[in-house]
């Protein structure tokens, strides 16, 4: 048989952790193609190359084309790729995931489908983003309420320190230009925050549609995490370019998220706290191609064996 041509894709050992990786990169009005194990973006005024196995995300705007070999290489490397467009939100792909276990896969799985666990990780996730507050006997409709009021100080007092008017946000996702600047700037920053949280999600081998407090859409555990982080980092910065009078709010907020992302440890502390929410352990689970038969109930048997006895009738 033929080996297959081209360079073998890195073995899992060999590829970093999600959370060691870049954030994310935006390219546009590019080609993005492939040199070995780097990716390359090459424009009029040259080319560049991006370790692909460092990368989180890439973010990939109009004008640019990206070939085969490219996304073979990003799919290989576990990065997630997400087309966006000129100023508005747009997700079409990710690539593979870095794990190898389903462990959390289906530590989410049973969340999602238990009342009581979900109520559980969801006053966990609420409470992360209420400082010295107990959430443990309130109801969902509570938490909301709370976290109504929490986000209106936040933007109340973003705005105060920004000197930027803010009524509420308000934005249309098919058309970036009908809002005003910031809340053009809010749209950008959730841009990146969620293709970032996406990659993460992904790479521990999530998934991105099970979510615990949003639900419905392919992405509501995007949701649900990006929204721990969201005050933090979207809405200063949003706040932030628009107060210094930007002239090109998506490109400043794309910069200034990435500053805030990195100056964060984003990617470091989101899979430590996508594990603690769904295992109750921030410790990484380890990579194995091992894979099992179920035997009912809790129990698993190797895969690979064959189990066929003389009292049990198999149908070839």
């Given amino acids: 048989m033929k080996p297959i041509p081209g360079a073998p894709p890195a073995t899992i050992t060999q590829l970093p952790r999600a959370e060691d990786r870049l954030s994310f990169v935006y390219l546009e009005r590019c080609t993005i193609h492939r040199d070995n194990n780097a990716i390359t973006a090459q ?20 004008g640019a084309r990206v070939t085969h070999a490219a996304m073979t290489l ?25 794990a190898r276990t ?37 109801t ?25 008017e803010w009524k509420r946000r308000d934005y249309r996702p098919d058309d970036f230009e009908s809002s005003d600047p910031i809340n053009q700037a809010m749209s950008a920053a959730t841009t990146c925050l969620y293709g970032v949280v996406h990659s993460v999600i992904v790479a521990l081998g999530c998934s991105p549609g099970l979510g615990i407090v949003h639900t419905g859409h392919a992405r509501s555990f995007v949701f649900d995490i990006a929204d721990l982080y969201k005050a933090e980092m979207a809405v200063p ?29 984003l ?10 929410l769904l295992s109750g352990d921030d410790t990484e689970i380890e990579s194995s191609d091992v894979v099992y038969l179920w035997d009912g109930g809790d129990r698993v048997v190797a895969s690979g064996v064959g189990y066929a006895t003389d009292e049990v009738e198999v149908p070839w």
């Fill in 237 to 265: 910065a949003a706040f932030e370019i628009v107060g210094a009078g930007s002239e090109d709010i998506p490109g400043d907020v794309r910069r200034r998220m990435r500053d805030k992302l990195h100056g964060g440890h």
């Fill in 267 to 276: 990617l470091t502390r989101c899979a430590a706290d996508i594990r603690r």
């Fill in 74 to 98: 990003l799919a290989d490397s576990g990065a997630t790729v997400v087309w966006v467009g000129e100023q508005g939100v747009r997700y079409y792909a990710h690539g593979r995931s870095l």
């Fill in 102 to 138: 389903s462990r959390l896969l289906e530590a989410q799985a049973r969340i999602v489908s238990n009342q009581n666990e979900r109520l559980r990780v969801a006053r966990a996730m609420y409470a992360m983003r209420f400082a010295g507050e107990d959430t443990r006997g309130l």
């Fill in 43 to 62: 424009d009029e005024r040259g080319v560049i190359h991006l370790p692909a196995a460092t990368l989180g995300a890439v973010l990939v705007g109009p």
């Fill in 140 to 164: 969902m409709q509570q938490l909301r309420g709370r976290e109504g009021a929490r986000m209106r100080k936040v933007y109340r007092e973003a705005a105060e320190q920004s000197g930027v």
